[in-house]
């Protein structure tokens, strides 16, 4: 499979590589404002439109050249943006449907203008469409610094026309992106902004898909700013990121196009469709592993604290349990069965006590130990405290403070009881009538940490609520 | 109602040996540019075999869509059909490669349907994954969808060109469509696939208005809200992707985006704007193909567009619910109302300032120079504000002096507004806690578009009986220019007997 990545020459793949990154880099520096203004569509629906402004621009200049054809799609792909922007507003239609409007309508009078000219002239919109970033280092221009492909040229201005533009206006372009409202307050206009964006939006797309297809630059635009979200949450380092994963993605689509077809027994492939392809993965794996935000770390984190609440419920009801009946002991049944919960994570729960020595077993059955009574006492505790905040403070009604005592006790530190200590007045009694057990000595003592809070809710209903139940 | 219609349009389409088929002269053409009387007849009158499939197929297919779309567009999805007719091409490519190795015929459409309608729900799934599982919007899901999938089909499509029997024109058209040859199997795709569309809307109509218009009170409501997305996104998929293989991309994405958009103009409910949307998009079909039938030179997917876009132009400027024409009138008459109420307000409030309750005084003359100040209007504002009141009989002007009085009704009329707005101030004061200095202009913005029943209501509020208090004096001192232009409340005392009523009506 790597045997095809020998036959690799710079003065053809190396072009297309730069041409590639400078194109995908490009798109995803403007790439980041479309994904955060949520207009992530715009740069398909301005590559569909801008068939109307080659088309016109041919009648007019009679020719193929490219500065005509060049200005002509620009104008039409910036008419896109104002058009979509004219409709949402005077129509209340919202953002998406009328940039749908706009660009097929633009389409579909371009494609009758193209069939218009075609007798005497072969403007394929499939070849306008997907450009052929293959045949880049063919078209040559020669340059002081000697000869370079064109469409390396044109991107590697539009690249430094973008750069320009972010970062002179990078303040501006933030503030307007998250509070439109905040920066015309601060003196400068969001709608200049916008419309600036729009521009070099058209821009860069016309100059892209010229040369290397319509594919690589809507998922420029999107994918790799997409995936940096996916990162960080801070706006510069997601322009960092997004560059990286872009430059990432247009390198190992090249190779991926020559070497993933080689491995099945063909010839190499789209490239522009290969990028994309290569910055839908980066974005997979940015989703899934992402250090923050990834599903998989999310995941993780839920189960550990799923395990830690079933760590505290199992304490919990061996609590309550002695507390009411002679009994101070309880079965895997018993337990799986009162705390709604399976015999897996139960078996994992009562391990875990069992080697932090908070619970010990005898025979078949569960009994706290001292360090466990204490870890009970302090979440029983919590529980009646809030109980009796939420009907003394809050005014809620006593029937119905249980799940909302139940689902704070797991977050509720050796500060917080104490504060909620005071504000009820150091009850000794919650609202049911239940004694609230004294921790204060035995906490102080150990000079115990505060439990990790974390915004986890959970629903399950257990314990108190059960006993009450059962009683 | 739409399963009579397909029904009749199934029977008409099972028929073609029936109706006999001619040659298709007319769409390969190029020669004719104005038709003939003859061309027009044999259009008209679906006369010819190939422009009769075609006018159905598009027919059908832009019914189709409207319904479907209306969906989507409520749901704030307008371009998912852009996204899963993208996603769509992957499957097709891949469905032709598997096909051949497995040395099947793969160019055979219903390979390439089913390849097309899998990848179209993977993309689906992903767009669904993304938006519940990530912290992506629903538009970067829908780009993210559309373009790597796309990406993933175009590298496909470059191996299937290596292919022996590759030569990837038969899987362009899905790309670009055909419509002009649209087949009749494509047509009965096309039925086949509509009708069911339409079924499950049908029958599912309640579920989905719940999930476009308020997601969570659906999910409250015990309805399987993802079930219904993944439903109505299915539905999206079966018709895209008919439509896709019968007349291409973007006519397709403009077919489920821009019936419904124009629908909306036309009407707030949901049931009538789904029929509209249908309607519009079967009209847009059948007008486009036909003209594409009539003029060789013009194709018939851009045509069907371009009408679409007609369409949508003409709603949106004369659409009476939300059209431009409809909003600006009425914003024109609520303006006009406004100003010819400060109008009347003003003369009564600079008379009542030094009437003292004498009723005839209320029709004394009063110059413009009084009244200009009292508000920001230019003389010629305030002039035509005049003359229309004028021409509704609430004021008489003497051009000689340039001196304007209330008629007899003008003077009831303004009595009623002064009393509305005091009323208004007075429960802002009271309730809403504003200052005095600054409630005349919060209720000035309020008050225009005060129904009868909240007056009374503020009446009953503020415990005045309408048959004693016919103008409660104002809270504030009635120095209009001076208030106005400084907005400070300093300079304004505040007469504490509110509760005094005044006899003011003539």
């Known amino acids: 499979m790597i045997e095809p990545l020998n036959t690799l020459t710079w003065e053809l793949d190396g072009w297309i590589i730069v041409a590639g990154v400078l194109c995908a880099v490009s798109c995803a520096l403007l790439g980041n404002f479309l994904v955060l203004r949520r207009m992530s569509l715009l740069g398909d629906a301005v590559t569909h439109a801008v068939l109307p402004g080659l088309a016109v621009a041919f009648f007019i200049s009679d020719s193929r050249s490219s500065v005509p054809m060049f200005l002509g799609a620009v104008i039409v792909g910036v008419l896109t943006a104002l058009f979509t922007e004219w409709i949402r507003r005077a129509g209340s239609v919202d953002e998406g449907a009328s940039m749908g409007v706009v660009f097929t309508s633009l389409f579909a009078l371009g494609l009758i203008l193209v069939v218009q000219a075609a007798d005497h002239v072969d403007l394929d919109p499939g070849c306008v469409l997907y450009g052929a970033i293959e045949l880049t280092p063919l078209d040559r221009l020669d340059t002081v610094f000697g000869s370079i492909p064109r469409a390396v040229v044109v991107l590697a201005v539009v690249m430094l026309v973008n750069l320009a533009f972010l970062l002179f206006f990078y303040k501006e372009l933030k503030v307007s992106s998250f509070d439109p409202g905040l920066s015309t307050t601060m003196g400068f206009s969001s709608t200049l902004i916008h419309y600036v964006l729009m521009v070099l939006v058209a821009v860069t797309a016309v100059a892209s898909f010229e040369s290397v297809g319509n594919i690589l630059v809507v998922a420029m635009f999107v994918v790799p700013p997409a995936a940096a979200f996916l990162l960080t949450d801070r706006l510069g380092r997601m322009i960092a990121i997004s560059t990286v994963l872009a430059i990432i993605s247009a390198v190992s689509g090249h190779i991926g196009a020559i070497a993933v077809p080689a491995g099945f027994g063909y010839r190499s492939t789209s490239t522009a469709g290969m990028m994309a392809v290569s910055a839908g993965v980066l974005l997979a794996a940015a989703a899934l592993f992402g250090p923050r935000h990834g599903i998989l770390v999310r995941l993780v984190r839920r189960r550990l604290l799923a395990l830690r609440i079933l760590c505290d419920d199992v304490c919990a009801y061996l609590f309550r349990l002695g507390e009411r009946q002679t009994v101070d002991a309880a079965g895997a049944g018993e337990l799986a069965a009162n705390l709604l919960t399976g015999k897996l994570p139960l078996h994992l729960a009562t391990t875990i006590l069992r080697i932090n020595g908070q619970v010990s077993r005898d025979g078949d059955s569960f009994r706290l130990t001292d360090s466990g009574r204490s870890r009970a006492q302090q979440l029983v505790r919590s529980h009646r405290l809030w109980e009796q905040y939420l009907v003394e403070r809050a005014g809620l009604d006593q029937e119905r403070i249980h799940d909302k005592a139940e689902r704070l006790e797991h977050f509720t530190d050796l500060e917080l009881r104490s504060r909620l200590d005071d504000e009820t007045d150091r009850p000794t009694l919650d609202p049911h009538g239940a004694e609230i057990p004294d921790e204060r000595v035995e906490a102080e003592d150990r000079g115990e940490e505060p439990a990790e809070a974390e915004s986890q809710n959970r629903n399950d209903r257990t314990s108190d609520d059960r006993m009450r139940s059962n009683e | ?506």
């Open chain 2, 1 to 506: 109602m739409g399963l009579v219609i397909l029904v009749l349009l199934i029977s008409v389409a099972s028929g073609p040996t029936a109706f006999g088929a001619e040659g298709t002269s007319t769409l390969t053409d190029r020669s004719v540019t104005w038709p003939t009387w003859s061309q027009w007849q044999r259009v008209l009158t679906f006369r010819d075999y190939n422009s009769r499939v075609v006018i159905l197929g598009t027919a059908v297919l832009g019914c189709a869509g409207g319904l479907v779309g209306s969906f989507t567009l409520l749901r704030g999805r307008a371009l998912l059909g852009d996204a899963i007719s993208h996603a769509s091409l992957p499957g097709i490519a891949l469905a032709f490669l598997i096909a051949s190795a497995a040395g099947l015929d793969g160019k055979s459409l219903p390979t390439l349907l089913f390849g097309a309608t899998i990848s179209g729900l993977i993309g689906v799934a992903v767009i669904l994954l993304i938006r519940n599982l990530t912290r992506l919007h629903e538009d970067a899901a829908l780009g993210i969808v559309l373009s790597v999938f796309f990406g993933a089909g175009i590298a496909l499509l470059g191996i299937v060109q290596q292919t022996q029997t590759g030569h990837a024109a038969g899987l362009e058209a899905f790309i670009y469509g055909k419509t002009a040859s649209m087949g009749l199997a494509d047509a009965k795709w096309i039925i086949a696939a509509s009708g069911v569309a339409v079924t499950l809307c049908v029958l599912l109509f309640k579920e989905f208005k719940l999930l476009c218009f308020d997601e969570s009170f659906a999910a409250s409501r015990g309805l399987p809200v993802l079930l219904l997305d993944i439903a109505l996104m299915s539905l999206v998929v079966a018709v895209s992707i008919v439509g896709l293989q019968a007349v291409g991309l973007v006519l397709m994405i403009a077919l489920l985006v821009i019936p419904a958009a124009a629908a909306r103009f036309w009407t707030q409910r949901m049931a009538p704007m789904t029929l509209i949307a249908a309607t519009l998009g079967a009209i847009s079909g059948i007008i486009g193909a036909a003209m594409s039938a009539l003029f060789s030179k013009l194709p018939s997917g851009a045509m069907i567009v371009l009408v679409c876009t007609a369409f949508f132009a003409f709603s949106m400027f004369l659409g009476p619910q939300k059209g431009i024409l409809g909003r600006t009138l009425r914003r024109l008459r609520l303006n006009r109302k406004i100003e010819r109420q400060h109008l009347l307000r003003a003369i009564y409030e600079t008379l009542e300032r030094d009437a003292s309750g004498v009723p005839d005084r209320f029709r004394e003359f009063l110059s413009m120079q009084t009244l200009l100040p009292v508000r920001s209007w230019t003389p010629r504002q305030l002039e035509r504000t005049i003359d229309r009141a004028q021409d509704d009989d609430l004021v008489r002007f003497r051009d000689r002096d340039q001196h304007v009085r209330l008629t007899r009704a003008g003077v009831n009329e303004a009595a009623r507004l002064t009393r509305q707005h005091r009323l208004w101030e007075l429960y802002l004061i009271n309730y809403a806690d504003i200052a005095p200095g600054r409630v005349d202009r919060d209720a000035d913005a309020i008050e225009h578009v005060l129904e009868p029943e909240v007056v009374a209501e503020l009446e009953d509020l503020l415990q005045h009986s309408p048959s004693r208090v016919q103008v409660p004096e104002s809270p504030h001192r009635l120095d209009h220019g001076g208030a106005e232009a400084t907005g400070s409340g300093a300079k304004i005392s505040v007469d504490d007997s509110v509760s005094d009523s005044r006899e003011t009506s003539p």
